[in-house]
């Protein structure tokens, strides 16, 4: 198992930038070999991968992580957001910078945006890596109750709203209440520091954030899981933090009855990890995903013409 001495840190990175449809992306990368992209979740951005990055480089892969636009260090045009824009971005981003079979390594909705990506266009793709997969991008309207839609329908409308959205959304995004909700949705308590609170809470002051919050909760969900795995034709492993109270391990379902299935995918379990294994126990994820990597031998599996 591949280990670092100490915790990794943001200041270890280093950011570049790329042009993307006149928009600013910030991405990094580092190490050489095999490439991984990282793609963080909701409110997240490269810094949340800051623990995985050094560890998967060192290994032997040369390892991508980037801002999704809307989000970190990526700019916040006043557009409307959703998992295609995403997708496209990425598959752009793909054709731009690597240009060869990539692991896709998502968590939460960039579990989800993994999952699109080497569905909707395998050719791209050796594999992928799901950690905590979303289940759209916001809830469906027959996953909710009438009362909850009714809630979340005016808290949509309250945070677009152009004379209290701006109050509310700075209410939302103070650090004492981003730290707040990482202790309901971390396992790991002693994960929840002052590096992780700021990578959340510095992109949020950014001018433009918080249209861009109010044009994501009024998104379109996006394609379900169980619309795209019938189309897998990659190797996939699915990580699960088995103490998420936002996306349940109850979830993990519906991969464990594809492997049944009969495709080729591996579920595991993180005992007593939340929403982000990957930031609360990296060690354990970091050690699953090399040791994935290696019985599989994604890139000599491909067919010839996707090498």
Same mark, same amino acid.
């Given at each position: 198992?591949? $280990? ?8 270890? *990175?280093?950011?570049? $930038? ?19 992209v990282l793609i963080h979740g909701f409110g997240a951005a490269i810094g949340?991968?800051?623990? +995985?990055?050094?560890?998967?480089? !060192? ?23 959703? *998992?295609?824009?995403? !997708?496209?971005? @990425? ?23 993994? @999952?699109?990506?080497? =569905?909707?266009?395998?050719?791209i793709a050796a594999g992928g890596v799901l950690i905590n997969a979303a ?20 808290? =949509? ?12 959304? +700075? ?9 707040? =909700? ?5 396992? +790991? ?5 002052d590096e992780l609170v700021d990578l959340i809470y510095q992109p949020a002051?950014?001018?433009? !954030?918080?249209?861009?919050? !109010? ?31 936002? $996306? ?47 019985? =599989?031998? *994604? ?9």
């Amino acid at each position: 198992m591949v $280990t670092v001495s100490q915790p990794s840190t943001v200041d270890s *990175l280093t950011f570049l $930038t790329w042009d993307w449809q006149g928009h600013k992306i910030q991405y990094t990368v580092q190490g050489t070999g095999k490439p991984l992209v990282l793609i963080h979740g909701f409110g997240a951005a490269i810094g949340h991968w800051r623990q +995985n990055i050094p560890v998967l480089s !060192a290994a032997g892969y040369q390892v991508f992580a980037l801002d999704l636009l809307g989000f970190g260090g990526s700019d916040k045009p006043a557009i409307d957001y959703s *998992l295609d824009l995403w !997708a496209s971005l @990425l598959r752009d981003f793909w054709q731009g910078q690597i240009q060869q079979p990539t692991v896709f390594i998502g968590n939460s909705i960039g579990a989800l945006l993994s @999952l699109m990506l080497m =569905t909707e266009t395998p050719e791209i793709a050796a594999g992928g890596v799901l950690i905590n997969a979303a289940g759209g991008l916001n809830h469906r309207p027959q996953e909710l109750n009438l009362p909850l839609r009714i809630v979340m329908g005016a808290f =949509t409308r309250l945070v677009s709203s152009p004379f209290i959205g701006g109050f509310l959304f +700075n209410r939302i995004r103070q650090p004492a209440r981003i730290r707040a =909700t990482l202790h309901q949705v971390y396992g +790991n308590a002693t994960a929840v520091t002052d590096e992780l609170v700021d990578l959340i809470y510095q992109p949020a002051c950014d001018p433009g !954030a918080q249209q861009v919050f !109010a044009s994501i909760l009024s998104a379109p969900p996006g394609p379900a899981p169980g619309e795209l795995l019938p189309h897998l034709q990659r190797p996939l492993l699915v990580l699960w933090g088995d103490a998420d109270p936002w $996306t349940p391990i109850a979830g993990a379902s519906i991969y464990q009855r594809a492997q049944a299935q009969g495709q080729s995918i591996r579920v595991v379990s993180i005992p007593g990890a939340g929403h982000c294994p990957h930031d609360e126990d990296p060690a354990q994820v970091n050690a699953l995903i090399l040791e994935w990597l290696q019985d =599989t031998k *994604l890139w000599d599996s491909l067919p010839s013409q996707d090498r």
